[in-house]
Nanobody, 121 residues
């Protein structure tokens, strides 16, 4: 089994910064994609940023130039550096890991429990 745990959320004023972390542990051979999603109240979860095991990144348009996703493969950890935060960024942020547990090439997704980000005006 694989456990995924996010941390780093909190309350910040508009224009401020937060750094989210997400660490995977357990039976892990390799991790393909590492992704951050967010969910606004009453809305569907949306992909915010993604990074492949080769380091390619992708962002939703609303965060380009403000958020940076990175990963540390040795620590099975993904980060989301969020700068110039806006009230519209308020929501629950979730990490998703796509994991091969034993090297046979079968990947499964694992989600964290979420961390709350609140940006005040």
């Amino acid at each position: 089994q694989v456990q995924v745990v996010e941390s780093g959320g909190g309350l910040v004023q508009a224009g401020g910064s937060l750094r989210l972390s997400c660490a995977a542990s357990g039976r892990i051979f390799s991790i393909n994609a590492m992704e951050w999603y967010r969910q606004f109240s009453g809305k569907q979860r949306e992909l915010v940023a993604a990074i492949t095991n080769g380091g390619r990144t992708n962002y939703v348009d609303s965060v380009k130039g403000r958020f940076t996703i990175s990963r540390d493969n040795a620590k099975n950890t993904v980060y989301l550096q969020m700068n110039n935060l806006k009230p519209d960024d308020t929501g629950s942020y979730y990490c998703r890991m796509v994991v091969d547990g034993d090297g046979r090439g079968y990947y499964y997704q694992y989600w964290g429990q979420g961390t709350q980000v609140t940006v005040s005006p």
